[in-house]
């Protein structure tokens, strides 16, 4: 089982980022999955989930309205669109693919996960 973040890199403050997260096939399709991001020195928070027929979703407060995250299963791939970025964004992001079906904002929720990627935001 192999995730693949991609996507990360350094922006502006206000900036747009878009996160794929490719997983290696029949890993996903019948599961939820998740974005986290784990600041220097901060515990992983939980960022944004997706139910495995992409209809129904779920947000972090700090990221609600500026985040979207969507789904391709033909292409078993995930997607986070950051939009207004803000440098308390400055993390390295994870997907994750959930034991179940329906989204979850707990880290014991999910299975497999990626090798994350950096997300730096300038002010």
């Known amino acids: 089982v192999q995730l693949q973040a991609s996507g990360g890199g350094l922006v502006q403050a206000g900036g747009s980022l878009r996160l794929s997260c490719a997983a290696s096939?029949?890993?996903?399709?019948?599961?939820?999955m998740g974005w986290f991001r784990q600041a220097p020195g901060k515990e992983r928070e939980f960022i944004a989930a997706?139910?495995?027929?992409?209809?129904?979703?779920a947000y972090a407060d700090s990221v609600q309205g500026r985040f979207s995250i969507s789904r391709d299963n033909a292409k078993n791939t995930v997607y986070l669109q950051m939009n207004s970025l803000k440098p308390e964004d400055t993390a390295v992001y994870y997907c994750?693919?959930?034991?179940?079906?329906?989204?979850?904002?707990?880290?014991?929720?999910?299975?497999?996960w990626g090798r994350g990627t950096q997300v730096t935001v300038s002010s």
């Open positions: 994750a693919v959930a034991l179940f079906g329906s989204p979850t904002t707990e880290i014991a929720g999910y299975r497999y």
């Open positions: 096939r029949g890993t996903s399709s019948n599961n939820a």
């Open positions: 997706i139910s495995w027929r992409g209809g129904s979703t």
